[in-house]
């Protein structure tokens, strides 16, 4: 961490990047400011409450990364800050997050449970005591008021689709609460790729990523997940490991470190392809309908910043005769960052409320995204006011029957 820490020369460029400095204006907000925390904390050789607040409120967007002149590492800087101040954590609040990351990152083997969560999510957000006593617990009352909105959807019912004269195939990761909430995506996904001339092969055992417990610091529980996944997907003669969630791809990009320079994690890493950056190294052979309409382009920071991929979901997009794509304006942020939201909802909301406001003041009420954390915290900030669909979601609405 210090030799990481060190290249830091404080020269304030990861300010205008940072999403909760924007917020907070606070110097331990920023990326430097945290930097500087934990440089103070390893001299001294203890760990504050002051350090674990700060790094906790980090929403870990890597706006910051490519942001620096200095080349700083702050993602490498912030994963093992997040492990060092969870292994000081009191036992409860250890437990009460493993609990958190481990049902999330379990969603789809616990779908069937999803519809009576929400019944229970319903009636405690309408019950008048019930709804007064939550809004003293932030985190649960965020939980419950998404919980009780999200529709869940059908797991994707098949183990592969091949295609007549092939020009690719890929094995998919499903995801986890992925699976669960946007089940539709993963059907579309198949159904654009296999009109593009793609077989996909679709693995029944896969799992979560590894990402959730990673952003909560849980370092080992995350290179199990990783471990799992890679032996899941691993299937011989495929072109690339496709994902449609931009928090996903990046966490699976990043499994060579993650797994100390494992070979083949190192290989699977290099194998991982998100759907759009996929596509876009095709010539499109897809018939698209004409879809005249707007739609705004929200740009998921664990895409356009983590994977550095901003100009090929926009290029894919163009395939669509009639379709006019504009940028989303304010902040690119929107303030989810995985769970984020749940574990702080009030800055989550605050750095949100920037990127909803910019969205509505364009009056165009379809926003494409790709990454399932950024539509559930869209959704939930503009309410029925717009929709937010996947870019491959409306691809599959644009191919003809």
């Given at each position: ?23 907070t ?18 001299s001294?050789g203890?760990?504050?409450l ?20 200095s ?31 481990t049902a ?46 999200i ?12 295609v ?12 986890c ?10 059907t ?16 029944r ?5 590894g ?58 890493a ?16 897809a ?13 998921p ?12 979901p ?65 959704s ?22």
């Amino acid at each position: 961490m210090t030799a990481l820490s060190a290249a830091c020369v404080h020269c304030g460029f990861c300010l205008a990047a940072c999403p909760t400095y924007a917020v907070t204006g606070m110097e331990n907000d920023s990326p430097r400011g945290r930097i500087w925390l934990l440089t103070d904390a390893a001299s001294r050789g203890e760990l504050s409450l002051k350090v674990r607040t700060h790094i906790d409120r980090c929403i870990g967007c890597e706006a910051c990364v490519p942001a620096c002149p200095s080349g700083v590492r702050y993602d490498q800087l912030i994963d093992i800050a997040r492990r060092v101040v969870n292994d000081g954590r009191s036992p409860a609040v250890g437990v009460a997050r493993a609990v958190v990351t481990t049902a999330f990152a379990g969603a789809a083997k616990v779908g069937s449970l999803v519809a009576p969560t929400q019944a229970v999510a319903r009636w405690s957000t309408r019950a008048p005591l019930m709804r007064r006593s939550l809004t003293r617990f932030g985190s649960l009352n965020a939980v419950m008021q998404q919980a009780a909105t999200i529709h869940p959807q059908a797991h994707l019912a098949l183990d592969t689709s091949l295609v007549a004269n092939e020009r690719g195939r890929v094995v998919l990761l499903t995801g986890c609460i992925s699976s669960v909430l946007f089940g539709e995506v993963n059907t579309a996904t198949v159904r654009v790729l296999n009109a593009e001339g793609i077989s996909v092969i679709v693995p029944r055992e896969q799992g979560c990523c590894g990402a959730l417990e990673s952003h909560a610091g849980r370092h080992q529980a995350a290179k199990r997940r990783a471990t799992h996944l890679i032996k899941a997907l691993n299937v011989p003669g495929v072109d690339a490991v496709v994902t449609n969630s931009a928090g996903c791809g990046a966490m699976m990009k990043g499994y060579g470190d993650l797994l100390d320079g494992d070979v083949d994690a190192v290989r699977f890493a290099g194998s991982v392809l998100d759907v759009m950056e996929y596509l876009s190294r095709f010539e499109s052979i897809a018939h698209y309908g004409e879809m005249e309409r707007s739609v705004l382009y929200h740009d998921p920071c664990h895409l356009a910043f983590a994977q550095g991929i901003h100009a090929e979901p926009l290029a894919v997009l163009e395939r669509i005769p009639g379709l006019k794509v504009e940028l989303a304006g304010g902040p690119n942020c929107c303030g989810a960052g995985g769970l984020y939201s749940i574990m702080q909802p009030e800055l989550a909301r605050e750095i949100g409320e920037a990127k909803r406001d910019a969205i509505l003041a364009t009056k165009i009420d379809l926003i494409v995204s790709g990454n399932p954390g950024c539509a559930i915290q869209l959704s939930s900030l503009l309410a029925e006011q717009a929709e937010v669909v996947h870019p491959v979601s409306l691809l599959a609405q644009a191919l003809a029957p």
